[in-house]
């Protein structure tokens, strides 16, 4: 019997889910096993989309009004509670392309981590960017390692990726520090150790998510190979954050329990896990997740 995926979608409002789903679908070895969950929040006028949605195999929809959406990490949250007990669960946006095999791709790398002594491994990344007008015209070959881009108030706050030179000659998956939540693949018991909190807006969601996976003993890895393309530009969808006026009260208190997570101070079962300590984490991601708040006083502008 071929191992199971769990495949889990957040879509706001975006025009790339039904290309998406439909791609996810006609690119992997073997669409059997895929058991695909979109948490779709719709719009005005977008109902169709489910309708869509619900003609492809194999495929789930919780449907939501936009306006009842609390945000995608709450939308990740119910997609992890519909998890049945597939052995291998997947994240994914809602604007993807993806490779033919990209399914025995991640399986395979996955049991070749296994097999070399890796207990928990994660693989994840972000993946290269294409034009949904142009495509398949302009896709990118690369793969990227990823590393913070920006802090914010002392905090680290944004990734980046960047392309790793002479990828092509690499033969095994890369040791990462930081996840991407355009793609995240790992055990499907992962969706009941490291449960989303809902409570995270949206900024700095994947950096929480890295150091909760490692300190509950998972080992991230970027992918040496192509899998699938990203849609980075927002012109195909309308963002939470158009919608909702209230986001920056949301935000800044998705702020204020990062910095709680990131001192450890956060407790229940968002908390750090129990294997590694966030100063593990630290050194091994060689990064300082919270400046001392003194001097991040020190330096604020006033």
Known sequence: MAE?????????????????????????RNPDRLTVCVAWQFGPGEEGVGHALRRLPGVQILSVSAAESQGCNWARRLLQERWDGQEFTLFLDSHHRFVPG???????????????????????????PYDPVADPAGRVET???MAVSERYQGMAFKVAGHSVRDWRRLTS??????????????????????????RIYFFADEIAIAVRAYTYGYDLFHPHLVL????????????????HPDWEARNQASLRRLRQLFAGALTGEYALGPVRTISEYESHAQVTLLADELAWLKGATP
């Open 173 to 198: 998956p890369i040791a990462a520090g930081y996840v991407s939540l355009h793609l995240l693949f790992a055990e499907g018991s992962f969706n009941e150790k490291v449960p989303f909190d809902p």
């Open 228 to 243: 699938g393309w990203h849609l980075y530009e927002r012109r195909t969808r309308t963002t939470h954050w158009a919608d």
């Open 4 to 28: 199971r995926i769990y495949v889990q979608i957040p879509a706001y409002r975006d025009l790339e889910l039904v290309p998406t789903v439909s791609d996810l679908l006609a690119r992997a």
């Open 143 to 145: 793969v990227y390692r």
């Open 102 to 128: 990209w399914d025995e791709l991640l399986l395979r790398m996955h049991r070749e981590l296994r097999e070399s002594g890796v207990d928990k491994p994660i693989l994840t990344g972000y993946l290269p």
